[in-house]
């Protein structure tokens, strides 16, 4: 239940942080990146629900790996949960729009970095400091600009 616990809170707090860069970059598929960010770990939900003790073991690969989670995936589960979680969008009808913006590797689209810089300052605390460039970038801010955004969003 605490991994469980703890992807619900990540999915989450993604989800307010790319709402947030979308409202402040004024972008008209605010809600659409809202709901990508939210949906984007619910693979991982679904693991933890149907599948804990691989969830389980995942999370320890993670931990004793921290600089390569996908491996973990990989080793445990064949494939990594972002195919999964891509799969399921498409075989549920989701709206393509959705599927394509939960693609990783669309820099070009500035709604695809909303949500992946999202996911990235959600998910990777020890590393927000190097994110927040990334952020100032995107929103068109200063660095202390940044921080500050992001502190107010996610207090």
């Known amino acids: 239940m605490a991994g ?8 989450s707090r993604a989800a307010r942080i790319a709402a947030a860069i979308a409202v402040h970059r004024q972008d008209t598929d605010a809600e659409l990146l809202y709901e990508t960010a939210l949906l984007d770990g619910f ?5 933890w629900i149907e599948a804990p003790a691989e969830a389980v073991a995942i999370a320890e690969r993670r931990q004793a790996h921290p600089a390569a989670p996908i491996d973990a995936e990989r ?4 494939t990594e949960l972002h195919a999964i979680g891509a799969a399921l969008m498409q075989r549920w ?9 939960a693609q990783p590797g669309l820099p070009a689209h500035s ?7 999202a996911r990235r300052l959600a ?9 927040l460039g990334e952020l100032a970038r995107h929103l068109n801010v200063s660095v202390p600009a940044a921080q500050a955004f992001f502190t107010e969003v996610t207090q």
């Not at 080793?75 to 064949?78: E, M, N, R, S, T």
């Not at 009808?93 to 913006?101: D, K, Q, R, V």
């Open 93 to 101: 009808g989701l709206p393509s729009l959705l599927h394509e913006l």
């Open 43 to 47: 693979a991982e939900l679904l693991l």
């Open 75 to 78: 080793a445990i589960l064949g």
């Open 4 to 11: 469980l616990q703890a992807s619900l809170d990540l999915a």
């Open 111 to 117: 709604g695809a970095r909303t949500v992946a810089l």
């Open 123 to 131: 998910r990777d605390e020890s590393a927000q400091a190097e994110h």
